[in-house]
């Protein structure tokens, strides 16, 4: 019986811990100055749209990105144009995903660029569902102009939303 007890306020304590973390990080906790003077380069400017390669008779769990990773629409993560690759540190399969700044309508938020593709023209990357509504959260606009995407030095980034 005791056992159970510590069990159980052990696990609770655990739960509000995690919660506490991802709170703090959906809250902004990461100043936006000094996202920007981690920012490795100079911004591309360009459209951003949304994608989401679920589809009927694809392997469950998702097909694999570019790094190897499942593509996963609940994170914070992105797929850049091929030819901006190397301008990304080189996205490839199992390689430590690179992370990029996002910013668009007003707002910002830290991606992991995990993945690369062959975007229609004017586009320069394609957001996963998550952050896509970060920007439109009713997903009406499809395509999102004037977005600036800023490479991130470093691989201990937090993706999120950036106050």
């Not at 991802?22 to 920007?36: H, P, Q």
Request: hydrophobic share 40%; net charge positive; charged share 20%.
């Amino acid at each position: 019986m005791v056992f159970r007890s510590s069990a159980a306020i052990c696990g609770a304590v655990v739960a509000l811990a995690v919660s506490v973390t991802v709170a703090r990080s959906e809250a902004g906790g990461i100043d936006s100055s000094a996202v920007v003077n981690a920012a490795s380069g100079d911004a591309i400017v360009g459209k951003a749209s949304m994608y989401n390669p679920f589809k009927p008779g694809k392997e469950e769990g998702g097909p694999s990105t570019a790094s190897g990773e499942r593509y996963d629409p609940s994170v914070w993560a992105a797929a850049i144009k091929t030819s901006l690759r190397q301008k990304f540190g080189g996205v490839q399969f199992g390689a430590k995903p690179k992370f990029a700044l996002v910013e668009a309508v007003g707002k910002k938020v830290i991606v992991k660029i995990n993945d690369v593709g062959p975007l229609r023209p004017g586009r320069i990357i394609d957001l996963n569902e998550r952050t896509m509504r970060h920007f439109d959260p009713s997903l009406q606009l499809g395509v999102i102009s004037d977005v600036r995407v800023m490479p991130l030095s470093g691989d201990s980034w937090i993706p999120g939303p950036v106050g």
